[in-house]
């Protein structure tokens, strides 16, 4: 950890002196992942390449969809022709594809036209919050009556009021103003050991005209573990000003695979028997759910019912820390997790569609229907405003019955839980101001501007580098929204209906309008005057041209001192 004054970028930063200003930087504010415990000996590691230059790949995707628009980086394990895989990551962070000796297993974006239409944004593997107070017109119904005529201005605008926020991106509507918009990326880097990825994205309501503002942001861990195990880790934090906005419904992962290239399916019991996919959901219910506890945490997808068949694991684990978290909640501690987890494991559009215009599945070309085995983990954990959340699985590429052996040595490995990060060994970052501009490096003797945290320190609130792509115009801001076209709405909620206070405030924001570069995170500030001497007010440290005026949605923040 580096505590204290800054003294150069040797001693501020120890990653190397080839590391660039800004990599230094993202790689600061990447450090808050839990450390890794999946391990395999140095003889079955194989070789980990990894590179953010776009090649195109022999996967088929839906037509008219183009890969370059979704890259970012790509993650290649060289191993065996069992276990060897590449996995590529999109510009939400999102992993949107996967290739191993089973071909493509992530299916192919196949969604249709108009406002279905989303490539890579839902059938990726992504994390996914559900804010369940405020999602849909259904939570208003529940809370109280609402007059005829209230519903009715609510269902008119053109705004959706659904509120679920995507660790991908967002749908392309009819109006094709946007070709994609996935979630921005405001930090990246390699691992230090050159075996994993790490992304920072601000998560997006995936209806571009919507009602919610998004106070999400997703870290995001791929690794490369060796021997065909893959090491998925997402840490996310709710920044939200407001304390109603909690996310209650969670998918850790949302993600599945191609039905054509693996489509037999088997879910381990309890006793880490394999039992087949249907044994736990029936064709009578397809779409529901079963406890991760009457499971034995993991399940596998293959190409055939063989033993050496090629096959790709999923290990989710069996909510090791539920009853810990539930005698936390009862002491009346901070705590997590509420309830069980549970699974859901389907064919999307079966039996329906399989038995009609796509009974030719396994003939027909693959990137021509859904071709989508859905896997939903939804682990009942809690994301209250202030606070991070994590959470660890892993994807195993090998043969089946080692993929199997594998997933069940996993299990214990799948970890969860808040994560708090401390203000005395969280370091502060500077930010440099020449010409009223934030640079990444300054000559020899500048001073910084102001020095903000790491990390999402208790009672903090991200600052972002934003770029008006219409003037150029570069401002330092806490708002998200600030580019992004709105408008008050008049939804005539009554002030006696519970969520009057939300709704009376809201407007519609059009992000498919948005004229906006979100080009990085720059720390967290305080929001409330801390003890001591050194720390500032950002528009008394800022200038204004480079901090705007502060207001609801723009606040005003203290920096962190340096000692």
């Given amino acids: 950890m580096i505590i204290g004054i800054f003294v150069s970028l040797l001693t501020l930063f120890p990653f190397g002196l080839n590391s660039t200003a800004s990599e230094i930087t993202d790689q600061q504010m990447l450090d808050v992942f839990p450390p890794t415990v999946a391990a395999t000996e140095k003889s079955q590691r194989g070789n980990t390449l990894i590179s953010l230059d776009y090649t195109p790949s022999t996967s088929l995707w839906a037509e008219g969809l183009d890969e370059r628009q979704v890259f970012h980086a790509q993650i290649q394990h060289d191993q065996n022709e069992n276990n060897s895989f590449t996995l590529r990551i999109g510009k939400g962070g999102q992993v949107y594809s996967l290739r191993g000796p089973f071909g493509e297993s992530v299916p192919p974006s196949c969604t249709g036209e108009g406002p279905s239409r989303s490539p890579w944004n839902d059938e990726v593997w992504q994390f996914v919050t559900v804010c ?80 919610h503002r998004s106070p999400v942001l997703y870290y995001n861990q791929v690794r490369d573990i060796g021997n065909g195990i893959i090491e998925l880790t997402w840490v996310v934090h709710n920044f939200s000003p407001r304390d109603d906005i909690v996310f209650d419904f969670l998918n850790a992962p949302w993600g599945g695979t191609r039905h054509t290239s693996l489509p037999y399916h088997a879910i381990s019991s309890p006793d880490n028997t394999l039992k087949p996919r249907d044994a736990f959901f029936p064709d ?15 399940k596998i997808a293959s190409a055939s019912k063989d033993e050496d068949s090629a096959s790709l694991a999923l290990v989710f684990g069996r909510d090791k820390h539920l009853e810990e978290q539930q005698a936390k909640a009862e002491r009346g501690e901070p705590y997590s ?75 214990k490995d799948v970890d969860y839980g808040l994560l708090r990060f401390s203000t005395t060994d969280t370091p ?136």
């Fill in 337 to 411: 997790q509420r309830g069980g987890g549970v699974l859901r494991d389907f064919l999307a559009h079966y039996p329906q569609l399989y038995n009609g215009i796509w009974k030719d599945w396994e003939t027909r070309p693959e990137n021509s229907f859904r071709n989508y085995d859905v896997i939903e983990m939804i682990p009942n954990l809690t994301l209250r405003p202030g606070e991070s959340i994590w959470y660890r699985s892993f994807l195993v590429v090998n043969q089946r019955n080692d993929a199997a052996a594998l997933a069940q040595s996993l299990v």
């Fill in 132 to 211: 369940s107070k405020y999602n849909g017109l259904k939570a208003i119904q529940q809370s109280g009556d609402i007059p005829e005529s209230t519903l009715e201005a609510i269902t008119a605008i053109p705004y959706k009021s659904t509120f679920f926020i995507h660790n991908s991106g967002a749908y392309v509507p009819d109006s094709r103003t946007i070709n994609n918009l996935y979630c921005p990326m405001l930090a990246a880097s390699q691992t230090n050991d050159k075996r994993g990825y790490r992304s920072l994205t601000w998560g997006l309501v995936p209806q571009v005209r919507t009602i």
């Fill in 428 to 563: 502060r970052v500077p930010v440099y101001l020449v010409d009223n501009r934030v640079v990444e490096t300054a000559a020899a003797g500048t001073q910084p501007a102001v020095h903000l945290f790491s990390r999402p320190v208790p009672g903090s609130h991200p600052v972002f580098l934003l770029e008006d792509t219409q003037t150029g115009h570069e401002i330092i801001s806490t708002d998200l929204y600030r580019f992004v076209p709105s408008e008050p709405l008049a939804l005539h909620l009554s002030q006696e209906h519970p969520k009057s206070n939300y709704y009376s405030n809201a407007r519609g924001y059009s992000l498919d309008k948005h004229h906006c570069r979100w080009k990085r995170l720059l720390g967290f500030g305080l929001i409330a005057q801390p003890n001591g001497n050194g720390s500032q007010l950002l528009s008394t440290a800022l200038p204004k041209n480079v901090f705007p005026t502060p207001d609801t949605t723009h606040l005003d923040l203290w920096s962190a001192a340096i000692e």
């Fill in 284 to 298: 009578t219910k397809p779409g529901g759910t079963i406890s991760l506890r009457k499971t034995g945490g993991w």
